[in-house]
């Protein structure tokens, strides 16, 4: 049971580059999340899932895009990247009927120069 | 949306009591009381949350204040391992609305 994973690592993209982020959870949880971190404060919602196929706008989804055609897969995009979005981005998951527990993977730390 | 107020940091010593404060003054009679631990390097960490009344947990114990403007996180013995920073968070419709969190340091 490998709970919630995220690839790549570490990417550096330079202004104007697009890439995606994967996120891959395998316990069948219904609801799915991306997030934010910058240096120093705490996460940021982005754009988060309650459901295969369906995605909404969390605070800060300017500059992202995300799909959810798979349960176990949520995927974040950078269209054009910017410096602005350099920043540890975190995917979390959450179980079905008690969303409030999530469960987060390690990290994808991004920066864009 | 309702904020929390924590302090930066707080210091403890190894084995005694921690008693992690959070303020939210503006809370609304449907929002959860949630923390969540980060330790360095790492993703963030459930520990506990809570509506009303207080919670008690094989990691924690949340208490809530009887007007709900305010809660305590309690780590009852702490270890090194607790080393993290901690957020007090309140819930929006499936969103987790979070601070800057507290830095917990704990002296050997």
């Known amino acids: 049971n490998a709970g919630v994973t995220q690839t790549p690592k570490f990417r550096v993209l330079k202004t104007g580059q697009s890439m995606t982020l994967l996120c891959a959870q395998d316990?069948?949880?219904?609801?799915m999340y991306w997030y934010r971190q910058d240096p120093g404060m705490g996460l940021r919602l982005i754009h988060y899932?309650?459901?295969?196929?369906?995605?909404a706008k969390g605070e800060v989804p300017d500059g992202y895009n995300v799909s959810r055609l798979k349960k176990q897969n949520f995927l974040l995009g950078l269209e054009s990247a910017a410096p602005s979005q350099t920043s540890v981005y975190f995917c979390?998951?959450?179980?079905?009927?008690?969303?409030?527990?999530?469960?987060f993977g390690p990290g994808t730390r991004l920066t864009v120069t | 949306d309702a904020k929390t107020t924590q302090p930066n940091s707080m210091e403890s010593n190894e084995e005694e009591p921690v008693h992690l404060p959070c303020n939210h003054s503006?809370?609304?009679?449907?929002?959860?009381i949630h923390w969540y631990r980060q330790l360095p390097s790492q993703g963030p960490e459930y520990v506990i949350h809570?509506?009303?009344?207080?919670v008690n947990n094989r990691m924690a114990s949340l208490a809530i204040a009887e007007d709900r403007k305010s809660s305590t996180l309690i780590l009852h013995r702490a270890t090194l391992r607790d080393a993290a920073v901690y957020y007090c968070?309140?819930?929006?419709?499936?969103?987790?609305?979070w601070g800057a969190g507290t830095k917990l340091i704990i002296k050997p």
């Open positions: 979390a998951s959450g179980e079905d009927g008690d969303p409030y527990e999530q469960y």
């Open positions: 503006t809370i609304s009679g449907t929002d959860y």
């Open positions: 899932s309650v459901g295969e196929g369906t995605t």
């Open positions: 968070i309140l819930d929006s419709n499936y969103q987790l609305i």
């Open positions: 809570g509506l009303t009344s207080n």
């Open positions: 316990m069948n949880h219904e609801y």
